[in-house]
């Protein structure tokens, strides 16, 4: 990503801050810092998660690495021709996005995985410029509510117009489409409240609105 959508040292949000400069010190091998986008830098398909987890993102400095919740995304990534790869291990394993990129509504990792609303909007100009690099067509997947209200916050959009829902499609402008996803967190998949199935369908309808061809 270009330094104008993402700085690995901002202090925006002091709580944040703090907490990182705390989980530093006592993880001092881990990335602990704001975790940038990882992927391609013009993607057809851009997926916004909540924040990075604190011995997964917050440790590899790559999203969606390192912890339960990226198991089943990169499996379902390699499955639908997203990755060239079923497991991201590390951020130097060379594993490579095709025509996608993992985002974060927050870039860094939040006390107890729950970040404060002021955060949030803090937070919310490096997904502006995310989104305004997507091409014509793009098709935008948001894990949970909360990446959901993050990216129609972003587009300066009324959330009363688009309501999260698993699978539910939005039309955003500039001819892009947001898929809304269960987050892929080991809560929701050891409680059955997202099945394999149930996140296959959302990708599946992906890469089909992005051209790629659906496996059986």
Do not use: W
Request: hydrophobic share 35%; aromatic share 8%.
């Amino acid at each position: 990503m270009t330094k104008e959508c993402f700085d690995v040292n901002c202090r925006q949000c002091p709580r944040l801050a703090e907490f990182l400069d705390q989980v530093g010190e006592e993880y001092p091998n881990y990335h602990a810092r704001p975790v940038a986008p990882f992927g391609a830098r013009k993607p057809d398909l851009l997926i916004v998660g909540l924040a990075p987890g604190m011995h997964g993102a917050n440790a590899t400095g790559r999203p969606f690495t390192g912890d339960h919740a990226g198991i089943l995304l990169y499996e379902t990534l390699f499955k639908y021709g997203f990755s060239s790869s079923a497991e991201s291990l590390s951020a130097d394993d060379g594993l490579k996005l095709k025509g996608c990129q993992i985002t974060n509504a927050v870039k860094c990792l939040p006390p107890q995985n729950k970040p404060l609303t002021e955060e949030i909007k803090n937070c919310n100009v490096f997904l502006q410029q995310e989104l305004a690099a997507l091409k014509s067509g793009a098709v935008i997947i948001a894990l949970g509510t909360i990446a959901h209200q993050a990216v129609i916050r972003a587009l300066t959009l009324a959330q009363k117009d688009y309501r999260f829902s698993h699978a539910a499609e939005h039309s955003l402008p500039g001819e892009r489409c947001l898929i809304d996803s269960y987050h892929c967190s080991r809560y929701n998949t050891q409680t059955r409240r997202l099945t394999e199935s149930m996140f296959h369908q959302v990708f599946a309808r992906a890469a089909e609105l992005t051209g790629r061809k659906v496996p059986a």
